[in-house]
Structure formats: C-alpha cells, structure tokens
C-alpha cells in the first residue's frame, strides 16, 4: 500500500472530475465571472500556509493596450468528449454546462457574496409575509436570433421543468416549491397555480414556503431562462436530442454558436442581441483537451484559458506565458454508499434495508480506513486537503467542529468487529454477519496515465483491514458509463467515487433530499429529512437558528456516514499575458470581469 502511495500518487494524473459534475445550478462554472495586480498571479503561485496548503491570487490584470475585437480560445479540460447538450435545464455535466454559460446568461447578477441583485436583465423584490417574489423583465430584450423574450419565457421555463415527462434532473428544485408545482407535475392540473402572469413584463411566484436562500445564487429562484417560441412545441421525448438542444441552440448570453465538432469543439461569435450590447471579442473557439496535455498546449501558447490539473501543479506554477490564479472551490471529493435505489412511481429515493452497505459501522470502518491527509499531501502539493464535512470550508455555513474521518485502521478493525464481520475462515477477508462471503463492489472514474493507481490504493487501504474490495469492471470506468451504471443503481456498485460541485446555495436538500436525483446513495430517513427542512424552514431566515441547522445536518451526516467527503478542493486557472483582466470571483461590482467584456491585447496567444 504505501509502496502504492509514494510510487504512484506523486505522478498519477487523475481526471479532474469536478469539471464534469453539475451542481444544481450552473452557477461554479470557471467562466461565469472571468480574471487585478498586474502580473502579480504568479508571486503567489507556489506559496503555502502552515498548513501545506497552496495559496493563490484569484484576479489577473495583464500589462498592455486591449486590441479591437480577436478570437479567445479557451481549453475545456476533459478526457472524455462532451455530450453536446447545451439547455440550462437539461445539461447533466460541468463540461457542458461550461459552454452553456457563453450561450445562456443568468438573469439575476450576483455580488461578490453569491446573494442575488437587480443589476442584470430581470429585476425581483421578495415579500417574505406574503411568500411572493415579482419578477420583472425589460421591455426590448431579445434572443439570439432576434425574437422577444419576455415573462412567458420565464413562465413556461418553469412549467418545463416541471412538466411530468421532464427527463432533466432538476425537478423538484427551484420549481418544486412554487404552489402548485406538485399538482402540475403529477399531471393533476394544467398550469403552476402558483405562477400569476401581471403582463408581459411582470410575473409573481407565489411559494409554499419562503426557502432563506431564496435571494442566493442556486436558490429556490430560477435565475436562467429558455426560448418559449423553440421548445414549446419539441416533445418531451425528444428535447435532449433535438437539434435545439445541440447545434441551433437559441440563447440570452453574450455569445452563439457558429459551428460545432460534435464533442470535441465548439465556435461561438458575439451576440449582436445581448442585452448589455455587443461583446468585446469577436469569437470564442473552445476546444476538448486532455489532463495530460493541457499544460503543453498551454505553455505553447495554444490557449488563452484552461482549468488546470492539481496534481501536476509543479510542472506549470511559474508558467513565463501564463498566470495561474485559483479559488477554493464549491465542492468536495467523496465516496458514496449505495443504500437503495429511485423510484420512478414515486418520484422518491427508496432505502433498500437488505442493501451490502447498509451497516452504519461497515461505512465508518471504509471511511476510518482512507488516509486522505497522505494523498493530499504528497499527491496534489497542497491543491487539495482532507475533509471533514459535506460543506465546503469556502461556505460560512461550513462547521469546522464536524468531526473528520482521520485515518485510523485501528479503530476500523474495531467497528467491523463490533459489527460482526470477522474472518471467520482464515482467508484474511472478513465474512459478513450471517458469516457469507463479503464481497464489496468500488467503482470509480477513469482518466488520466495513472488512474487505476489511485483506485488500487484505495481497494489496499480497505483490504488492510481485512475487507475484500473489487473494482466494478474490473478498472475505472470511463466518464460517462461511470456516472450512467451510479445515477440508474447498477447491482454491481456498493461503493462509488465522485465529486460534487455544490452551486453557490449551500443548502444540501438538493443533492441529498428524498425527493432529488442527484441524491444517488439514495439514503433516506425521517430524521435526515426533517434536518434537510429546518435548514430551509422560516426559522432560518434567523442566522442563528439557520447556522445550528447546518451544524446539526453536517454532524448527523458524519454519524451516518452514508457520503463520506475526502478531500476539498482549490480550482486552478491558467490565463494566458493576452488576456487583459480575468478575476475568478467577482460579482456584479466589477463588470469587467464579466464574459461579454473579456478583452486581448495581441492577436494570438503568448507563446513561451
């Protein structure tokens, strides 16, 4: 095992995962604010705290006079093709969902702290006693291809999303709690009762209840919006493949699609529509390009932005023709325990009391037996540290008292032998209780030379406490068949890999709730629910009460430890010295830094 770790983890490179894991809303793109100080990026670059853990500038402003107009590119960071699905409401991964946002722009602009303002297209006012919001559109605004976009829009996105054929994973969320959303869905009635249409500029959304995240970025209102005129008449059954989804997309954002290589590349010119006015540069070519070869491409002065592999963070930290600025990231690693699987009749996860996992003492065994703080260290140079929580530390919500899965086999051998799972015929392996064979079924995603290096490490570490662990498929798992075999509940799945990339809305119920696909360890119980309720309750508006709310979920989550959160992440970004300003965290005070006023000031990329 150790062999494993000092051999293979410093030079494994690893899919970067969380590129392609949506968050609910896509909101943790790396380009939805883009890159002050000069040159100043790179004197950061390479610095640590003293913890280890590597410190970054998060803004870029490069020397030189901005030139009129010029072609961006920009490096998708995948080792697999995209999917091509470019709908707000239906894309499934980051790597689409990166493109989508040069096609479709939010309605509401966030600030620096991701709440909601009216400085962008549509403007909103909540009444938190009557548990209304109205929304307000401009007169004159316009889609991509000219056509007006007004309230109906925002309307039928809605009623699309919660339409009961909707084959997206975004129902119940943002929809589900406006009145009279459950009722349409279930085919019960024709419309949102809870929707009211004032005229063509105006709608009030009238809510069950008032969630408190309602004015932040992911929260219960729905900030992007779909063309009416295109998809009202495209069946349900057909809306992920049509072309409107695809090559003729129609979209609000500053840039449209001109032409496409179907999962590998995508041209997109300005947007003569947009509603802030015509963007800064003329196109922007986005390309597919592999972990193991970004930086050469990048140092080659291929492209102009990329995210970067964390675990070749040495080969590029002092890059002469490129800044590398980051951000702690809106996410987490983890390992997921299939516990039960969804039910389509109900519209609901279903805990499946027989499943392999579902021993609470077998899962904090798997977890005490993971040392995650060696992996960090001497795998991603400080790009990456252990976790305790299923919030990230970048949320104020995040409870740095939750307690952590250290590594501990010792007391891992303890909890399986208070379980009964003792080898109990000299194998080395241990039997379950009833005294069967004990086979437990990992999988986890492939990409990257040194994949399968990782993955053995970690069937290692679970066998040295005596637990017999298979790779489903026997290797990782490509990108897609991996996430396909976890969200329809493959038999041969008990224990998965991933990565989540939580939005901007720290509330879990999304991607943990009963009722939430994306919910795939598919636990479920009464406590956990009402714990999921109160963080979005009217008791929460209090900060108090909302911040107790979240250290209680995050400590019962810890106990039950159906999701064990392994490491957090800083997002890395490389930029390209042609590229005038990009900043990583701005809000809706810095508008440079936004999409449509990204400027170069030479003609091609800087080469080395």
């Keep these: 095992m150790q062999e494993i770790l000092r051999k293979g983890l410093e030079e494994m490179i690893m899919k970067e995962a969380l590129k392609k894991v949506l968050p609910l809303v896509g909101s943790v793109a790396m380009l939805a604010a883009c890159g002050n100080g000069g040159n100043k990026a790179n004197k950061e670059a390479g610095k640590t705290d003293h913890n280890g853990v590597a410190k970054f500038n998060m803004k870029v402003e490069h020397e030189g006079k901005p030139i009129k107009g010029g072609e961006l590119r920009y490096a998708l960071v995948s080792d697999d093709p995209i999917k091509g699905l470019f709908n707000p409401a239906l894309c499934q991964d980051q790597s689409d969902q990166d493109v989508v946002n040069f096609m479709f722009d939010d309605i509401f602009i966030v600030d ?37 976009l007004t309230v109906d829009d925002y309307i039928f996105t809605h009623e699309f ?67 009416k005129h295109v998809y009202e008449n495209i069946p349900m059954n057909k809306v992920m493949s049509h072309d409107a989804s695809r090559k003729n997309v129609v979209g609000n954002g500053p840039f449209k699609i001109e032409s496409l290589i ?63 600025i980051g951000k702690p990231a809106y996410s987490y690693s ?48 400080g790009t990456r540290f252990s976790a305790n929580s299923l919030i990230p530390p970048v949320f104020k919500e995040y409870n ?9 086999p010792k007391k891992a051998k303890k909890l399986l032998d208070e379980a009964g ?8 392996f241990r039997e379950d209780p009833n005294g069967k064979p004990l086979v437990i079924k990992y999988a986890t995603m492939a990409g990257g030379q040194n994949d399968q290096t990782l993955a053995l490490a970690y069937v290692q570490f679970w066998e040295k406490i005596g637990l017999k662990v298979e790779l489903t498929t026997g290797r990782p798992i ?59 309750s009217d008791k929460s508006f209090d900060e108090a009460h909302r911040k107790a709310a979240f250290d209680k979920w995050q400590n019962f989550a810890h106990e039950e430890a159906f999701a ?12 390209n010295k042609r590229v005038k300003y990009y900043d990583l965290v701005s809000g809706s005070e810095d508008t440079k830094a936004r999409l449509y006023n990204l400027q170069l000031t030479q003609s091609k990329p800087v080469g080395e």
């Design 421 to 428: 799972y003792k080898d109990k015929d000299g194998d080395g």
């Design 478 to 536: 490509e990108f897609q068949a991996f996430y396909d075999k976890v969200e329809h509940d493959d038999p041969e799945i008990d224990v998965y890999s991933a990565a989540w990339g939580t939005g901007t809305d720290p509330d879990p119920s999304g991607l943990y709730g009963e009722h939430e696909k994306f919910n795939m360890t598919r636990y479920v119980s009464d406590e956990h629910t009402a714990l999921l309720k109160d963080i979005s």
């Design 161 to 227: 999303i919660a339409n009961k054929d909707y084959p997206g994973v975004r129902y119940p969320s943002s929809v589900g709690p406006l009145v009279g959303a459950e009722e349409y869905h279930s085919g019960k009635a024709a419309n949102i009762s809870g929707i009211e249409k004032k005229d063509d500029q105006t709608v009030v959304l009238h809510y069950k209840q008032m969630n408190p995240s309602i004015e932040i970025s992911g929260g219960d209102l729905l900030s992007y919006v779909i063309p």
């Design 400 to 408: 740095k008292d939750t307690p952590e899965y250290n590594y501990n």
């Design 334 to 381: 983890y390992i997921g325990f299939k516990l039960g699987k969804w039910s389509n009749e109900k519209g609901a996860n279903v805990m499946d009391p027989n499943a392999k996992m579902n021993n609470k003492k077998l899962r904090q065994a798997m977890a005490y037996a993971l040392d995650n703080d060696q992996i960090a260290k001497k795998f991603y140079k």
């Design 112 to 148: 620096s702290n991701n709440h909601l303002t009216n400085d962008g297209l549509a403007k909103y006012k909540v009444d938190k006693d009557a548990r209304t919001v109205t929304v307000t559109f401009p007169k004159g605004a316009k889609w991509s291809d000219g056509q007006p």
């Design 262 to 324: 179907p999962g590998e590349s995508v041209t997109l010119v300005a947007n003569e529509n947009f509603y802030k006015g015509r963007p800064k540069v003329d196109k922007i070519t986005i390309d597919v390009v592999s972990s193991k070869n970004i930086i050469s491409e990048m140092k080659n002065g291929n492209y102009d932005i990329a995210g970067m592999p964390a675990d070749q963070y040495d080969a590029y930290k002092d890059a002469a023709n490129f800044s590398v």
């Design 564 to 575: 064990i959160p392994t490491l957090y992440r800083t997002g890395i970004t490389a930029v």
